[in-house]
């Protein structure tokens, strides 16, 4: 499954990056009106999940439940903290007058890219969320298999946000 979904967004990016040095112009002055500073906020974000996520692990792994679930929430609440800036960013856009098939090739590969992500984000919340109520419900010593696999979907979509965010709001 993360296999696929590593091509799947290979195949995005590099939809993107040709498209890009067909308009070159169109992207770079699209790009401008991106507020940088949200995008490295999320990547704040994102990544103080992970790092949450994988202290839950171990925490599993040395058999202390409390830990392991205060860890999961913690990167649960991050990730949500992400979800959260995203939704006030595609506001933002909509409030100016910014949407999906408005003719700016830009903005539709913004709103397909970061949107895919936004989903996978989802899901990766979902995952951790049922993940952390199977932790608080397993009798005696504690198994990692899980939360490892959830955690695995996690950082995939950490990784696709530390292409997508310098691809789409940084470089130039």
């Known amino acids: 499954m993360i296999a696929l979904e590593l091509a799947t967004f290979c195949v995005l990016f590099g939809a993107f990056a040709f498209t890009r040095l067909r308009h070159l ?5 699209s790009q401008q009106s991106l ?3 949200a995008g490295a906020l999320n990547t704040a974000l994102l990544l103080s999940a992970s790092w949450a996520v994988a202290r839950a692990v171990h925490a599993t792994r040395d058999n202390t439940r409390g830990a392991a679930l ?4 913690a990167g649960w609440l991050l990730g949500a903290g992400f979800v959260v800036f995203k939704l006030r960013e595609y506001a933002d856009k909509a409030a100016q007058g910014i949407g999906m098939g408005d003719g700016n090739l830009f903005f539709d590969f913004y ?4 949107g ?7 899901a990766g919340l979902l995952a951790l969320g ?5 932790l608080a419900r397993q009798r ?7 939360l490892e696999t959830a955690g695995a979907f996690w950082h ?17």
């Open 140 to 146: 005696g010593r504690l198994q990692a298999h899980t």
């Open 70 to 73: 205060g860890w999961l929430g």
């Open 156 to 172: 995939l979509v950490d990784l696709l946000w530390l292409v997508l965010f310098p691809l789409v709001y940084v470089m130039r």
């Open 116 to 122: 895919f992500h936004l989903l996978h984000v989802l």
């Open 130 to 134: 049922l993940t952390a109520i199977g």
């Open 35 to 37: 507020d940088v500073s």
């Open 25 to 29: 112009e169109l992207f770079r002055t």
């Open 111 to 114: 709103y397909i890219l970061t």
